[in-house]
C-alpha cells in the first residue's frame, strides 16, 4: 500500500501542524490525530501495480524453494552475506577428527561373518578374520601380539610395527628421530585428547576388510616353468616412475582411444596416412619392453637399444592398471611403499613415516639378516645398496623429506645436479630446464654411469629408482632435438602436439637406460619395472586438460611392466593399481630364487602383510562376496575419489565434500566417457545407474559410495593423521 499526505501542496512547517490555524474543519478533524493516522490510502491502479510486483518475488522464491530439486539448486538462492557466515561456524577440533576416525565402521558387516574367515593355509599366510566389533578377533590379536625371529638389534625405519619396543615405548617403538625432522606422524599439532585409542593401531591384515590376497594362488601358467627352474636370476631391481604416461601412449597404438582422439579431426585420407608414418616412430623402445605392436606399418628405423631377448620373452605387461593417486608425490609413496595415500590435500604424507616398510627400508633389512662375510660369487649373498636418480627437484611437495625417511644410501636430484662445478655447463643443453622444475633426464647419465661401476666393483646388489619428468607439462624439449608435426592440421602450438614429441624423447631415453645396463653386463639379470605416476587428459579427451580435479579416464589409467629378459612375454588384463608393485617385487625375488636362506624368509613373511595382489598369479577379482576395489585419490587430494573394482567395467568418481556430481562411465565400452551418468545424490546415482547400466551396476555402485567413505577415514587412521600416534 501506498500512503500520501492530506494536504499535499500545503506548508509542512511546524506551525501548521495541530495548531488550529487551518480554517477548514475537514482539516480540523485531523489536527489533535496522531502522526500515523494523517495518512490516508491511494486506491489507484498503479499503487496496485507496485504491491503486486514487490509481492511476485518472494512469492516465486517461496514456490520454487518447495518444488526445486534438494541439490545443487539449494546452493545458487544462497545470497554472499549468507554464505559468508560460514565462516563463524566452528571447524572441528583435533579430537573431534580423531574421534571421527576411531568410530568408523566398516559398512557392510555381513561381509566379515566368522563363517567367511579364512584359515592360515601356509607358513607364512596370515589368514583373514575381520571382527564385527572394535575388540580384535582372536586370529588377528595373535597377529598383533606376535614378534618375528628375524627382527634382529636396532630395525631400519619403517619396521617399527614388528618392534618389541612397540609396547612399551608407543608407537614407533625404539626408532630414533630422524636427523632435522620431527619423529611424530603429526598435521595438526599435538593436542592430547581424553579418548579411548583403538586396540591395534598398526596396519593388521587379518583384521582388514579389503584385504584379498592370492598368494595361495599358483604362479601364471606361463611363467611357473621358468622361475621354477631357476632360468630367472634378478641380481638388481630398476624401478622406473614414468611422469604423465598414460596406458595408450604405453606404447602408442593404433588401435587405442588415443589415436582416435589424434586423428579425429584429420581432414583426410591424406592426413591420417601422414599421421600414421609418423605416429609409428614416437615409442619404438615402449613397444620392445611391453611386447605390444603399435598397430603401423614396420619403419625400419635404426634405434638407440637392441632387445636381446628372445622371442616370446621380455616379461610382464599390465594392462588395465589404475593409479592410486593422479597426483605424482602420493603415487610415488604408493609405488615405492605399497601403501595407498590418505585423501587429503597436498602430500601430507610427505612429513610421516608410511604404515609398511618401504622398498628401501626393505632392503636394508634384508641386509640386516643376511652374514655377507665370505658372500663368495654367490651374488644372493652380496649385499643390497639402494639409490635415487632425477633430474627433478626433490624439494617439491617435501619430497625431499620423504626421501630421507625412506634411507636411499645415495641420491642424485637436481640439487645435486647443480652444485657439482666440474661437470655443470649452463651452455649445455642438458643443463637448460626443460620445465620449471627439471633438466633432461640425460644430464644424469654420467653419475648413474659411475654409480653402477662403483656398485658392481664392490659386489654389490642395486636397488634403483629412477624419476623421469620431460612428459611433464609444459612438455617442452632440449634444445636442438627435432621437432615433428604430428598433428600438422592443428599447428606447432596445439599442446597434443608437444606431448607427442616429448613422448619421443622420453622412449629414446628409456632405450639410454636399457643400453646402459646392457653395456655394464646388467641387463640379463636385472629387473626393470616400469610405472607411471598418473595418466593425461588433453582438451581432445574431455575438454579439460591435466590431472587437477579432472574426472576422465584418461588421467587415471597408466603403463605398467615388470621386465627382464628371461621371463616369458604376458600380457595380463586386470584392473588392479600400482599398489601391487612393492609385493609382485617381492614375489619374483622369492619365487625366482634370487635371495639367499635368510632373505627369502623375511620376504617370504612380508609379502603376506601388503594389500596389494601379486601380479605374477592369476589375479582375484572377488573373493567370496567381497570385490577387490582399486581405489585413486584425485588431485589435489581432498575433494575427490576414484573407485573400480576388478570384477566390473564401471567407474566412480564420487566427491567428498559435496561440491560436486557423482560420476559413473564405463570406459571399456565408453573409452572417451561420452555415455556417462551423473547425480548430486547417491540415490540419484544408483537410479540412473539402473536406467543406463542395469540393475548389477546399480548395485555396485550403491556398495562403492560407501566402501569409498570408509576407505577415507582408515587410510587417516593408518597413517595416524591429526596426532593418533
Known amino acids: 500500500f501506498r500512503y500520501i499526505p492530506l494536504n499535499e501542496d500545503e506548508d509542512s512547517d511546524s506551525d501548521s501542524v495541530g495548531t488550529g490555524s487551518s480554517s477548514s474543519d475537514e482539516e480540523n478533524q485531523w489536527d489533535e490525530k496522531s502522526p500515523s493516522d494523517r495518512y490516508k490510502r491511494d486506491n489507484t491502479p498503479r499503487s496496485w501495480l507496485r504491491v503486486a ?38 571447524l572441528p577440533t583435533a579430537c573431534q577428527t580423531q574421534q571421527s576416525v576411531l568410530d568408523n565402521r566398516f559398512p557392510f558387516p555381513d561381509l566379515l561373518s566368522p563363517s567367511a574367515w579364512i584359515r592360515p593355509q601356509s607358513d ?47 608407537y614407533y617403538g625404539s626408532l630414533p628421530p630422524l636427523e632435522g625432522i620431527k619423529p611424530v606422524n603429526a598435521s595438526n599439532g599435538n593436542e592430547k585428547c581424553d579418548m579411548e585409542l583403538e586396540e591395534d593401531a598398526y596396519y593388521n591384515p587379518v583384521s582388514d576388510p579389503m584385504k584379498i590376497s592370492n598368494l595361495d594362488h599358483d604362479l601364471l601358467p606361463a611363467l611357473r616353468e621358468v622361475l621354477d627352474n631357476g632360468n630367472v636370476k634378478i641380481r638388481h631391481v630398476v624401478l622406473v616412475m614414468m611422469e604423465g604416461v598414460r596406458d595408450d601412449a604405453w606404447p602408442l597404438r593404433k588401435d587405442t582411444h588415443f589415436y582416435d582422439l589424434i586423428t579425429r579431426k584429420a581432414r583426410d585420407a591424406d592426413d591420417i596416412a601422414l599421421a600414421n608414418e609418423r605416429l609409428a616412430r614416437i615409442t619404438p623402445n615402449a613397444e ?51 601403501t595407498p595415500p590418505m585423501s587429503v590435500s597436498g602430500f601430507i604424507e610427505g612429513d610421516m613415516d608410511a604404515y609398511q616398510p618401504c622398498l628401501p627400508q626393505i632392503f636394508d633389512m634384508l641386509n640386516n639378516v643376511s652374514d655377507h ?78 654409480y653402477l661401476d662403483d656398485t658392481l666393483g664392490k659386489q654389490e646388489r642395486l636397488f634403483l629408482t629412477h ?26 602450438g596445439n599442446h597434443l602436439n608437444k606431448f607427442l614429441n616429448t613422448m619421443r624423447y622420453h622412449d629414446e631415453w628409456m ?40 574426472d576422465h579416464v584418461s588421467n587415471f589409467r597408466i603403463g605398467l611392466t615388470f621386465r627382464h629378459p628371461h621371463l616369458p612375454r604376458v600380457q595380463y588384463e586386470v584392473n588392479a593399481t600400482t599398489l ?78 559435496g561440491e560436486s556430481e557423482y560420476r559413473m562411465t564405463n570406459p571399456v565400452e565408453d573409452p572417451f566417457e561420452e555415455n556417462l551418468v551423473t547425480s548430486w545424490t547417491v540415490e540419484g546415482l544408483v537410479k540412473e545407474a539402473r536406467k543406463k547400466f542395469g540393475e548389477e551396476a546399480a548395485q555396485w555402485a550403491s556398495e562403492a559410495v560407501p566402501t569409498g567413505e570408509w576407505w577415507v577415514l582408515e587410510k587417516k587412521r593408518l597413517w595416524r593423521y591429526h596426532t593418533l600416534a
Not at 624419476?467 to 592443428?490: A, K, L, R
Request: glycine letters at 8%; charged letters at 25%.
Open 53 to 90: 510486483c514487490r509481492l511476485a518475488v518472494p512469492a516465486f522464491l517461496l514456490i520454487t524453494s518447495m518444488i526445486r530439486p534438494h541439490t545443487p539448486y539449494d546452493r545458487i538462492s544462497i545470497t554472499l552475506p549468507i554464505a559468508l557466515t560460514a565462516i563463524f561456524e566452528p
Open 580 to 657: 601391487s608393485v612393492l609385493p609382485t617385487i617381492l614375489d619374483l625375488l622369492v619365487s625366482s630364487g634370487s635371495l639367499n636362506e635368510q632373505e627369502t624368509h623375511v620376504a617370504s613373511d612380508l609379502v603376506h602383510d601388503y594389500e596389494g595382489q601379486s601380479l605374477i598369479r592369476p589375479y582375484k577379482k572377488k573373493d567370496g562376496d567381497r570385490r577387490a576395489w582399486s581405489i585413486t585419490v584425485v588431485n589435489p587430494g581432498s575433494s575427490k575419489l576414484g573407485m573400480t573394482s576388478a570384477d566390473v567395467p564401471w567407474r566412480l568418481t564420487m566427491p567428498l565434500k
Open 373 to 450: 662375510d665370505g658372500a663368495g660369487d654367490d651374488y644372493r649373498n652380496h649385499p643390497w645398496r639402494t639409490a635415487l636418480f632425477q633430474s627433478t627437484s626433490e624439494q617439491y611437495d617435501r619430497l625431499d623429506v620423504f626421501d630421507k625417511r625412506l634411507g636411499f644410501h645415495h641420491r642424485t636430484t637436481r640439487r645435486e645436479v647443480e652444485n657439482d662445478e666440474t661437470r655443470r655447463n649452463d651452455s649445455d643443453p642438458m643443463y637448460q630446464l626443460v620445465n620449471y622444475f627439471a633438466y633432461p633426464e640425460p644430464v644424469t647419465l654420467p653419475y648413474l654411469s659411475e
Open 288 to 338: 620392445r619392453i611391453t611386447g605390444l605392436h603399435n598397430g603401423f606399418a614396420p619403419t625400419h628405423d635404426k634405434l638407440n637399444w637392441t632387445d636381446t631377448a628372445e622371442e616370446g620373452f621380455g616379461g610382464v605387461n599390465v594392462l588395465g592398471t589404475y593409479t592410486p593417486a593422479t597426483m605424482t608425490s602420493k603415487s610415488y609413496e604408493t609405488l615405492l611403499c605399497g
Open 124 to 170: 607364512y599366510a596370515k589368514g583373514w578374520a575381520p571382527s564385527l566389533t572394535s575388540r580384535l578377533s582372536p586370529l588377528a590379536e595373535a597377529y598383533r601380539e606376535r614378534t618375528v625371529e628375524w627382527f634382529k638389534g636396532s630395525p631400519p625405519r619403517g619396521f617399527f610395527r614388528w618392534d618389541p619396543a612397540r609396547f612399551d615405548q608407543g
Open 467 to 492: 624419476v623421469t619428468s620431460t612428459t611433464h607439462h609444459e612438455w617442452d624439449t632440449p634444445t636442438g632435438f627435432p621437432w615433428t608435426h604430428y598433428i600438422h592440421w592443428n599447428g606447432e
Open 511 to 550: 632405450g639410454t637406460l636399457m643400453n646402459l645396463l646392457a653395456e655394464k653386463g646388467m641387463a640379463n639379470e636385472t629387473l626393470v619395472v616400469f610405472a607411471s605416476d598418473h595418466g593425461l587428459s588433453f582438451y581432445e579427451d574431455c575438454g579439460k586438460e591435466g590431472t587437477y580435479d579432472n
